[in-house]
């Protein structure tokens, strides 16, 4: 298994300290190995039974992240199940691929890293740079929600405020990448997304199949690109006919890959976003834009955008059944209202972090 850039082709070993080529492209994964069920830990109750399937570590960062349980809720006649990765260590998705880079880079030794976040993904790498014992530096935007700041904190992370739009934060972190610190970054580091893909290696073992859709939100769209090359390994393997349909929503006003998919492009172009209340996916230039527009086409999804109307109301319709996630993760329940499902289809909606972090202002 090693990397190779996305843009020039370039090969570079699996323990590189470039977070990037050096022709300035992001790297993908390459000698994947397959999925193979018969090698699936049974006794391991979190996604490391998966371990088979995953990037080599010599040590594991675990807090027991993955297999999260799937709840049954019926919906207007359809078949809607709920994928609930709130429950993991740090109440976000995100533990799936922190755990795989943290204990990748544990085994290769790296002792401190930097990383921009919105909030989840940082709350999450420090977290489990605090387990491993190496130090984190995180630059965080300056409208992160107070809660998600102060996980950060509590992990004795250094947290570095920036001003200004989350893409600031972005340029903070490459200044000190430049500067020779580790960049452990939750969308340019592609061992993020074979965390992700155990999310579609469990719906496989729930369910006993493949679902016929998922609905899931996107910004940097690490959830979509993993959930789609899980089910893709699973194809190949020969134990699903087809793909389930991918479909990816944005909020309305920040919905880059919405517009690029209506257009039929390839990639997004320049794109001025506005304020959302789904702060987690407020991603005006997403990196992998033409590897998520690529993936969900290949499956016969689409990309959708809903009003911030529709996101606040599709929360409250979660928590009317019981469940309290973040604003972000409302946004793919939103979407669904969009779609007209067959009944007799299987659709599952992951719901990707916790209300327990949620803005207080975001409350209305
Ligand atoms: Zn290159």
């Given at each position: 298994?090693?990397f190779?850039?996305?843009?020039?082709?370039?090969?570079y070993?699996?323990?590189?300290?470039k977070?990037?080529?050096?022709?300035?492209g992001?790297?993908?994964?390459?000698?994947?190995?397959?999925?193979?069920?018969?090698?699936?830990?049974?006794?391991?109750?979190?996604?490391?039974r998966?371990?088979?399937?995953?990037?080599?570590?010599?040590?594991?960062?675990?807090?027991?992240?993955?297999?999260?349980?799937?709840?049954?809720?019926?919906?207007?006649?359809?078949?809607?199940?709920?994928?609930?990765?709130?429950?993991?260590?740090?109440?976000?998705?995100?533990?799936?691929?922190?755990?795989?880079?943290?204990?990748?880079?544990?085994?290769?030794?790296?002792?401190?890293?930097?990383?921009?976040?919105?909030?989840?993904?940082?709350?999450?790498?420090?977290?489990?740079?605090a387990?491993?014992?190496?130090?984190?530096?995180?630059?965080?935007?300056a409208?992160?929600?107070?809660?998600?700041?102060?996980?950060?904190?509590?992990?004795?992370?250094?947290?570095?405020?920036?001003?200004?739009?989350?893409?600031?934060?972005?340029?903070?972190v490459?200044?000190?990448?430049?500067?020779?610190?580790?960049?452990?970054?939750?969308?340019?580091?592609?061992?993020?997304?074979?965390?992700?893909?155990?999310?579609?290696?469990?719906?496989?073992e729930q369910?006993g199949?493949?679902?016929?859709?998922?609905?899931?939100?996107?910004g940097?769209?690490?959830?979509?690109?993993?959930?789609?090359?899980?089910?893709?390994e699973i194809?190949?393997?020969?134990l699903?006919?087809?793909?389930?349909?991918?479909?990816?929503?944005?909020?309305?006003?920040?919905?880059?890959?919405?517009e690029?998919?209506?257009k039929?492009?390839?990639?997004v172009?320049?794109?001025?976003?506005?304020?959302?209340?789904?702060?987690?996916?407020?991603?005006?230039?997403?990196?992998?834009?033409?590897?998520?527009?690529?993936?969900?086409?290949?499956?016969?999804?689409?990309?959708l955008?809903?009003?911030?109307?529709?996101?606040?109301?599709?929360?409250?319709?979660l928590?009317?059944m019981?469940?309290?996630?973040?604003?972000?993760?409302?946004?793919?329940?939103?979407?669904l209202?969009?779609?007209?499902?067959?009944?007799?289809q299987?659709?599952?909606?992951?719901?990707?972090?916790?209300?327990?972090?949620a803005?207080?202002?975001?409350d209305?």
């Open positions: 298994m090693h190779t850039c996305s843009s020039c082709g370039r090969s070993p699996l323990d590189t300290r977070w990037r080529c050096e022709c300035g992001y790297f993908l994964l390459a000698e994947l190995k397959p999925f193979r069920p018969q090698e699936i830990e049974e006794q391991e109750h979190s996604l490391w998966y371990r088979a399937m995953l990037p080599p570590v010599r040590e594991t960062v675990t807090m027991g992240e993955g297999f999260t349980p799937l709840v049954k809720a019926r919906r207007d006649g359809a078949s809607v199940y709920l994928k609930l990765e709130f429950l993991a260590p740090t109440g976000s998705f995100k533990d799936r691929g922190t755990t795989v880079l943290v204990s990748h880079l544990k085994s290769i030794g790296v002792e401190e890293v930097v990383e921009d976040s919105s909030g989840n993904a940082g709350a999450s790498l420090a977290a489990y740079c387990r491993a014992g190496i130090k984190a530096r995180i630059y965080v935007p409208h992160a929600s107070p809660p998600k700041r102060a996980q950060i904190a509590v992990y004795r992370a250094e947290l570095v405020t920036v001003e200004g739009p989350r893409e600031k934060a972005a340029e903070a490459r200044e000190a990448a430049d500067r020779g610190f580790y960049y452990a970054s939750h969308y340019y580091n592609p061992l993020i997304i074979e965390g992700m893909k155990t999310v579609a290696y469990e719906l496989w369910l199949r493949a679902p016929d859709n998922v609905v899931l939100p996107v940097h769209g690490t959830l979509l690109l993993g959930i789609y090359k899980g089910f893709k194809q190949e393997a020969g699903i006919p087809s793909l389930p349909r991918l479909f990816g929503v944005q909020s309305l006003n920040c919905a880059p890959l919405y690029a998919f209506k039929g492009a390839e990639d172009g320049s794109y001025v976003a506005k304020p959302t209340l789904a702060e987690g996916i407020s991603i005006a230039r997403p990196l992998r834009a033409r590897e998520i527009l690529a993936a969900v086409r290949a499956t016969g999804g689409e990309i955008a809903v009003e911030e109307e529709r996101i606040l109301r599709a929360r409250d319709d928590a009317s019981g469940f309290y996630v973040e604003l972000t993760s409302a946004v793919p329940l939103a979407g209202s969009l779609l007209n499902l067959p009944e007799d299987l659709t599952v909606i992951p719901l990707t972090g916790s209300g327990l972090k803005c207080c202002e975001e209305h």
